[in-house]
């Protein structure tokens, strides 16, 4: 195998395709939809929160547990990966209670996917459902004050796509977790 880059599809396919290169991935991917219904049942959550008009522009919000009246809870800000042509907010639910047990509110935004979408289209989409939140956030309980972003790889390049594609005045959200 090469170990220099190369625009071989099949040296391509072999080094991103990562359900090849995962082959329990389909079990892993049943096990991430069990838990991530139980999580979404469990709640506090809202689901399925228009963040846009497009497709798939759609975020759920899991409110925090175990906060005290008139405590303000930090919001956690999840982009889901799948290399963006594959997955959806709901198979990742299953990450939200840990954070929520621990007094966070977690916000995690669908997006539409490869191909039928580019990539800068996605990034003006995680712009979007960043602006709707950043409005919107205080009705659950939670603070702009402690706004922090988590997304899985490649989704984890967006942060900063999308900090500069908004602009400077979005510095206080533009505050990730790595």
Partial sequence: MPIAPSFDPDWLNREYNNRALVPEHAAMFE??????????QQGPAL????????????LDIFAPQGRRAGELAPVLFFVHGGYWRSLDKADHSF????????????????????????????????????AWTWRHIATTGATRAAFRWWAT?????WPPCCC???????????????
Avoid: K
Wanted: net charge positive.
């Fill in 164 to 178: 500069c594609a908004a602009g400077p005045r979005w510095g206080p959200i533009c505050r990730p977790i790595w």
């Fill in 95 to 130: 990450l939200a209670p840990e954070f929520t047990r621990r007094g966070a509110c977690v916000v995690m935004p669908n997006y539409a996917l490869c191909p039928a979408v580019t990539i800068p289209d996605i990034v003006m989409q995680m712009v979007q459902a960043l």
């Fill in 31 to 40: 096990r991430w939809a069990r838990l991530s219904a139980a999580a979404r």
């Fill in 153 to 157: 790889r490649p989704a984890g390049t």
């Fill in 47 to 58: 689901v399925d929160l228009r963040y846009g008009h497009g497709p798939n522009e759609q």
